[in-house]
């Protein structure tokens, strides 16, 4: 299994910048894909930003040329570099891992979440 533990949260004024991390444990070899998630009061779990093992991309059209995907896979951590901040960027941020199991079953693992508030 792989375990996730996010870090770098905080509160920001609009038009600053933020870096998440997210520190993968256990099972890192068997990660394939990793991403950003992110949750507002009131709304469902959306995409952020993905990020494949050979080092693709793909952001969510809202944050494009703003955010930031990488991965460090020497040291198993995912970031997520975050500029030109706006309010409504405010929500709780989640680390997101696919892993392959034993059976080569693929399975997703998550981190608690970190908050991230941008004030106008």
């Known amino acids: 299994q792989v375990q996730l533990v996010e870090s770098g949260g905080g509160l920001v004024q609009a038009g600053g910048s933020l870096r998440l991390s997210c520190a993968a444990s256990?099972?890192?070899?068997?990660?394939?894909?990793m991403g950003w998630y992110r949750q507002a009061p009131g709304r469902e779990r959306e995409l952020v930003a993905q990020?494949?093992?050979?080092?693709?991309?793909n952001y969510a059209d809202s944050v494009k040329g703003r955010f930031t995907i990488s991965r460090d896979n020497a040291k198993n951590t995912l970031y997520l570099q975050m500029n030109s901040l706006k309010p409504a960027d405010t929500a709780v941020y989640y680390c997101?891992?696919?892993?392959?199991?034993?059976?080569?079953?693929?399975?997703?693992?998550w981190g608690q979440g970190t908050q991230v508030t941008v004030s106008s």
């Open positions: 997101s891992a696919q892993a392959f199991d034993s059976q080569w079953r693929l399975y997703d693992s």
């Open positions: 256990g099972s890192t070899l068997s990660i394939n894909v």
């Open positions: 990020i494949s093992s050979s080092r693709s991309t």
